[in-house]
């Protein structure tokens, strides 16, 4: 298994924390793109791997709307009454 040095990967970490989360627009472009390199690609390989990028990028772009609609067909959470746990023995 590949495990990368602690000193690389807190650079990898403060990188993907200094960028942020992209947004759907930015995965949108990015399946774009992978769209035109599919029309310019030479070999089966590569054209295989540009359908896959395509339809994880799609998925990401579409994860926060289809998250938000799962959130609103949920029912509120319901408060409970507080239970009273132990066996009352000890008072």
């Known amino acids: 298994m ?5 000193q690389s990967a807190q650079h990898w970490l403060a990188k993907i ?6 947004s759907a627009e930015d995965y949108r472009a990015k399946a774009a793109e992978a769209l035109v390199q599919l029309g310019e690609a030479k070999s ?7 359908r896959r ?3 994880v990028y799609l998925k990401l772009a579409s994860h926060g709307a289809e998250a938000a609609a799962r959130a ?9 009454a507080k239970k009273n746990y ?3 023995l000890f008072k």
């Open 2 to 6: 590949f495990a990368l040095p602690a």
């Open 17 to 22: 924390q200094e960028k942020g989360m992209s």
């Open 44 to 50: 089966e390989a590569e054209r295989n791997r540009l």
């Open 53 to 55: 990028a395509h339809g």
């Open 72 to 80: 609103e067909l949920r029912p509120p959470p319901q408060k409970s």
């Open 86 to 88: 132990g066996t009352g």
